[in-house]
């Protein structure tokens, strides 16, 4: 079985920083892609941004590039999310997802850690 454990969620007031992980662990034989998704109050949960094993890095949305950061280490099988100048659209449930070679390849999602941006 795969677990994937995040951190570093919080309270941040606008313009703040946070930096969020999100470690795997179990029997994991390869992980292909890392995503970070969030889901505000009210609205679906939507793609934030995405990174292969090679280091390829993808952001989903317009208002987050040069905000928000990807990256990983593969060596600690660890996705990380850097967010600076938050906002208070900001504001959500931040899972961190993985496609993981066990026996075979399959999907593991994290329990989601909150962020909040507010004064």
């Known amino acids: 079985q795969v677990q994937l454990v995040e951190s570093g969620g919080g309270l941040v007031q606008p313009g703040g920083s946070l930096k969020l992980s999100c470690a795997a662990s179990g029997t994991i034989g390869n992980i292909n892609d890392m995503r970070w998704y969030r889901q505000a109050p009210g609205k679906e949960r939507e793609l934030v941004a995405s990174i292969t094993s090679g280091g390829t890095t993808k952001y989903a949305e317009d208002s987050v590039k040069g905000r928000f950061t990807i990256s990983r280490d593969n060596a600690k099988n660890t996705v990380y999310l850097q967010m600076n100048s938050l906002k208070p659209e900001d504001t959500a449930v931040y899972y961190c997802?993985?496609?993981?070679?066990?026996?075979?390849?399959?999907?593991?999602w994290g329990q989601g850690t909150q962020v909040i941006v507010s004064s």
């Open positions: 997802y993985a496609l993981v070679l066990t026996y075979h390849w399959s999907v593991y």
